[in-house]
């Protein structure tokens, strides 16, 4: 009698399979790929905790667009070991994509993306994906690796424009879960930024691109001064109908000159 492991390794037909009836499944098991098996006494080990890290970023929703910012820093660890580094990206000319956390995941799902939107472009149908699409699918993406207790560790924010125009602003976490609003952030801006944002922007209107952009510097000095996985550099992407893309990087205005006055350290 067959062992049941035989079942749990065998693939899906391929053509030919189905026609060699008197095939011993031992021989025709195909290659699985290494997530899946389980070398050694233990088995699989997947990764825990994120080893090189992007900190925090902050995206804002304005009456015609988005515009979203992160600083160039990724540490390993403690150490502040990449300082040039892009954390913001631009999909297509609808979506900007911003990653916080394990940045070789961020990287992955920026391939991930990419292979995706040639998928879509085999198609032939000339539809373009727009940035809610894009969010629906990362939430099955990232809950798919959730399930298989194999998480992508990031936290995502994505915005861009629709086909009508409107702008859309959402979060991703490494969970699958997913929000949209006015302002997003990851890491330490969620609980620095976002209160005073939400405490400046009119009752009766949004944003305009101007208040927007000096939510984001400001919020960037902040960032700065208070988070220790920040660096002073940043770059900002812009979503509106005129144009998409990805600008900087720029510099925070630092002011030291109160540290003269800090005494008792």
């Known amino acids: 009698m067959w062992s049941?492991?035989?079942?749990?390794?065998?693939?899906?037909?391929?053509?030919?399979?189905?026609?060699?009836?008197?095939?011993?499944?031992?021989?025709?098991t195909h290659k699985l790929p290494?997530?899946?098996?389980?070398?050694g006494p233990f088995?699989?080990?997947?990764?825990t905790a994120a080893i090189t890290t992007g900190s925090s970023v902050i995206g804002i929703r304005f009456d015609k667009g988005v515009m979203?910012?992160?600083?160039?820093?990724?540490?390993?660890?403690?150490?502040?070991?990449?300082?040039?580094m892009e954390r913001i990206f631009m999909i297509n000319n609808n979506i900007l994509?911003?990653?916080?956390?394990?940045f070789a995941d961020i990287q992955s799902i920026i391939r991930g993306i990419e292979q995706k939107i040639v998928e879509d472009q085999c198609n032939g149908d000339d539809i373009e994906m727009k940035p809610k699409a894009l969010g629906q699918w990362m939430t099955r993406v990232l809950y798919d690796r959730r399930t298989q207790m194999n998480p992508l560790l990031v936290d995502v924010v994505l915005g861009g424009l629709d086909v009508q125009g409107k702008p859309y602003l959402a979060n991703v976490?490494?969970?699958?879960?997913?929000h949209d609003d006015f302002v997003i952030a990851t890491g330490f801006a969620r609980h620095l930024t976002i209160p005073f944002i939400r405490s400046a922007k009119p009752k009766d209107r949004d944003f305009n691109m101007d208040e927007a952009h000096e939510m984001i510097k400001r919020s960037m000095q902040i960032l700065y001064y208070r988070d220790t996985r920040n660096n002073s550099q940043?770059?900002?992407?812009?979503?509106?109908?005129k144009n998409c893309g990805i600008?900087?990087?720029?510099?925070?205005?630092?002011?030291?000159?109160?540290?003269a006055g800090i005494k008792g350290y």
């Open 234 to 241: 940043y770059t900002l992407g812009v979503c509106s109908p």
């Open 34 to 39: 290494l997530e899946y098996t389980t070398p």
């Open 4 to 28: 049941s492991n035989i079942y749990r390794f065998r693939q899906p037909l391929w053509p030919g399979d189905a026609y060699d009836f008197n095939a011993d499944p031992l021989q025709h």
């Open 43 to 47: 088995g699989t080990k997947h990764s």
């Open 68 to 84: 979203m910012a992160a600083d160039t820093l990724v540490s390993y660890g403690s150490l502040a070991r990449y300082q040039n």
């Open 247 to 259: 600008e900087g990087p720029y510099q925070v205005a630092e002011n030291w000159s109160y540290a």
């Open 173 to 178: 976490d490494l969970r699958g879960r997913s």
């Open 97 to 102: 994509f911003g990653g916080c956390g394990d």
